[in-house]
């Protein structure tokens, strides 16, 4: 249900974040494309490295945390696989259940990437919490004024 309280203050603010992550993911987009890979494939591989330190990746899980499809993160998979970055290994517990890892030169490119997207995200860190605080700061004032009874809250800067 909409918030018939929607300043433009929220507008702005949300605006301004939304436009934030945009710049980023603008900038990942880029550097992994001119990396060769296109954005889902450098999702992947970093889903599969993260699940890795937890244990394993199956497809299932790679495609839930793509948010895709079984049969459209196989296809990823496969090509993947195709392109040296993947293994796929049977779960010895499990013959039905097919395990990921990245091989060695995955492994490689994901640490490239991995460590431009960590330099980009420390500089436009700062401006990310700006952002997160003032929305934060101004919903609790908009919050705290309905439950003291007054009309509307003063905007932060």
Do not use: W
């Amino acid at each position: 249900m909409a918030d018939a309280c929607l300043t433009d203050e929220d507008y702005e603010m949300l605006a301004s974040f939304r436009f934030a992550l945009r710049k980023f993911l603008a900038f990942s987009e880029a550097a992994v494309r001119r990396d060769g890979l296109t954005p889902r494939q450098h999702q992947a591989l970093l889903g599969i490295r993260a699940m890795q330190g937890r244990g394993s990746a199956s497809v299932s899980d790679l495609a839930a945390f793509l948010i895709l499809q079984h049969n459209s993160t196989v296809e990823l998979v496969d090509r993947l696989v195709a392109a040296g970055f993947v293994a796929r290994t049977t779960d010895p517990e499990d013959g039905r259940r097919v395990r990921l890892a990245l091989t060695e030169s995955g492994e490689a490119r994901l640490a490239a990437l991995s460590q431009t997207h960590l330099d980009e995200l420390e500089q436009i860190g700062p401006e990310l919490r700006h952002l997160l605080t003032r929305i934060q700061r101004y919903r609790r004032l908009i919050r705290g004024s309905a439950r003291n009874g007054m009309a509307e809250g003063k905007p932060l800067t």
